[in-house]
């Protein structure tokens, strides 16, 4: 039987081997994603396959995960009110996201308290610390070169927090990065032109702006969640520690706090990801009404769909349903989810959350109903 001072070695010695082994993981992901950009670019292939996706091999390697653990389940069909949900498919896509999104918050808190640790405060104060316009924009620009969903986006935004980015930095990177995604834009290219692809742009990053200076109002300030849980250094004699330890620990301890919460809106896009179809059918039967993007955007507010998944399927819709429609429906079902309002609600509040969706609802509304208007026949 182990004696105490055997157990506290140990302990000693995971926690001086696991900052190592995750910073070798974070370095890992990232050089991957570059290599993957890379080879893209020598192969000459399209520039939203050339744009590095850090998420991209963790995705791949959850997806691959789900599929493996479920081969061996039946097929099993289970209609609901709102459509059938395929159980196979539903825990599949569940396994997936549990991977996925605990790995992302992790490392991303990892990776930014590193940052933060590593380098000159007075660098991050004048750049994404900034709480002003210069930091609104920072943050936007983040955001435009992360193109990510809205469950994944929470986390990524958790972990900007942590890092030090101020409450406008952190806020427009949260609209931005699944907002202005590539495949909205180059959609909104091959339909419309390059007019409608700079409409699109210049509204995302207008939005990305508003929601930065509206975030006091939203109520989207996550420091309070995040600093009340972070490890006070200085009171826990963590001080002669090395910088990945004290990183790791703030990372652990915030990652502790909200993984049940972040488990909780996986399982939710798995059960929700059945729904995906039923708004494109909806959208075949609505046609060119005019109602049809504040239509669009209710019913895909909740659902938790990446726009690479709808964007060849709305491009076959374009000569029905109008363009600002389509976009609409891309843009709800990617801006925000049930999965990310999950994440929000521990992080802000529930009617500061609710808020924030409110906010998303009335811009895609909006974005939708103008480019009906300006680009219809």
Same mark, same amino acid.
């Given at each position: 039987?182990?004696?105490?001072?055997?157990?506290?070695?140990?302990?000693?010695?995971?926690?001086?081997?696991?900052?190592?082994? *995750?910073?070798?993981?974070?370095?890992?992901?990232?050089?991957?994603?570059?290599?993957?950009?890379? *080879?893209?670019?020598?192969?000459?292939?399209?520039?939203?396959?050339?744009?590095?996706?850090? &998420?991209?091999?963790?995705?791949?390697?959850?997806?691959?995960?789900?599929?493996?653990?479920?081969?061996?389940?039946?097929?099993?069909?289970?209609?609901?009110?709102?459509?059938?949900?395929?159980?196979?498919?539903?825990?599949?896509?569940? $396994?997936?996201?549990?991977?996925? !999104?605990?790995?992302? @918050?992790?490392?991303?808190?990892?990776?930014?308290?590193?940052?933060?640790?590593?380098?000159?405060?007075?660098?991050?104060?004048?750049?994404?610390?900034?709480?002003?316009?210069?930091?609104?924009?920072?943050?936007?620009?983040?955001?435009?070169?992360?193109?990510?969903?809205?469950?994944? /986006?929470?986390?990524?935004?958790?972990?900007?927090?942590?890092?030090?980015?101020?409450?406008?930095?952190?806020?427009?990177?949260?609209?931005?990065?699944?907002?202005?995604?590539?495949?909205?834009?180059?959609?909104?290219?091959?339909?419309?032109?390059?007019?409608?692809?700079?409409?699109?742009?210049?509204?995302?990053?207008?939005?990305?702006?508003?929601?930065?200076?509206?975030?006091?109002?939203?109520?989207?300030?996550?420091?309070?969640? /995040?600093?009340?849980?972070?490890?006070? =250094?200085?009171?826990?004699?963590? /001080?002669? &520690?090395?910088?990945?330890?004290?990183? =790791?620990? &703030?990372?652990?301890?915030?990652?502790?706090?909200?993984?049940?919460?972040?488990?909780?809106?996986?399982?939710?896009?798995?059960?929700?990801?059945?729904?995906?179809?039923?708004?494109?059918?909806? @959208?075949?039967?609505?046609?060119?009404?005019?109602?049809?993007?504040?239509?669009?955007?209710? @019913?895909?507010?909740?659902?938790?769909?990446?726009?690479?998944?709808?964007?060849? $399927?709305?491009?076959?819709? =374009?000569?029905?349903?109008?363009?600002?429609?389509?976009?609409?429906?891309?843009?709800?079902?990617?801006? *925000?989810?049930?999965?990310?309002?999950?994440?929000?609600?521990? @992080? !802000?509040?529930?009617?500061?959350?609710?808020? /924030?969706?409110?906010?998303?609802?009335?811009?895609?509304?909006?974005?939708?109903?103008?480019?009906?208007?300006?680009?219809? *026949?």
């Amino acid at each position: 039987m182990l004696n105490r001072p055997t157990l506290t070695a140990a302990r000693g010695s995971f926690e001086r081997v696991m900052p190592i082994i *995750s910073l070798a993981a974070l370095a890992l992901i990232v050089g991957m994603a570059l290599f993957q950009s890379a *080879s893209a670019w020598l192969a000459g292939a399209e520039a939203k396959s050339i744009v590095p996706v850090f &998420e991209a091999p963790i995705a791949q390697a959850g997806k691959a995960l789900g599929k493996a653990l479920t081969e061996w389940m039946p097929a099993w069909i289970v209609p609901t009110p709102f459509g059938p949900i395929d159980v196979k498919y539903t825990a599949s896509y569940t $396994i997936y996201e549990w991977f996925k !999104l605990p790995i992302i @918050l992790f490392l991303t808190t990892y990776g930014m308290a590193l940052l933060r640790l590593r380098i000159s405060a007075t660098w991050i104060e004048r750049t994404i610390g900034r709480n002003d316009l210069i930091g609104a924009a920072g943050g936007t620009l983040m955001g435009m070169v992360t193109p990510v969903c809205s469950c994944t /986006v929470t986390n990524l935004y958790v972990g900007l927090v942590a890092g030090g980015a101020s409450q406008r930095a952190s806020s427009a990177f949260l609209f931005a990065s699944p907002a202005l995604n590539e495949f909205a834009i180059i959609f909104m290219f091959v339909i419309v032109g390059p007019t409608g692809a700079l409409i699109y742009v210049l509204a995302g990053i207008a939005a990305a702006l508003a929601t930065a200076y509206l975030a006091p109002l939203l109520g989207l300030d996550p420091a309070r969640f /995040v600093q009340h849980h972070l490890p006070d =250094h200085a009171s826990c004699g963590c /001080v002669r &520690e090395s910088i990945l330890t004290r990183a =790791h620990r &703030e990372a652990w301890t915030l990652f502790k706090r909200l993984f049940g919460v972040v488990l909780f809106s996986g399982l939710l896009a798995g059960i929700l990801v059945n729904f995906n179809l039923t708004l494109v059918e909806y @959208l075949k039967q609505a046609g060119a009404v005019w109602w049809g993007p504040i239509a669009a955007t209710l @019913l895909g507010l909740p659902l938790d769909i990446n726009a690479a998944s709808t964007a060849p $399927i709305l491009v076959a819709l =374009h000569q029905i349903v109008p363009i600002g429609t389509l976009i609409a429906a891309m843009m709800a079902t990617t801006v *925000s989810s049930i999965p990310e309002w999950a994440m929000l609600d521990r @992080l !802000l509040g529930r009617i500061n959350a609710i808020k /924030v969706v409110l906010w998303y609802a009335a811009y895609v509304i909006l974005l939708g109903l103008l480019l009906n208007w300006m680009f219809g *026949s």
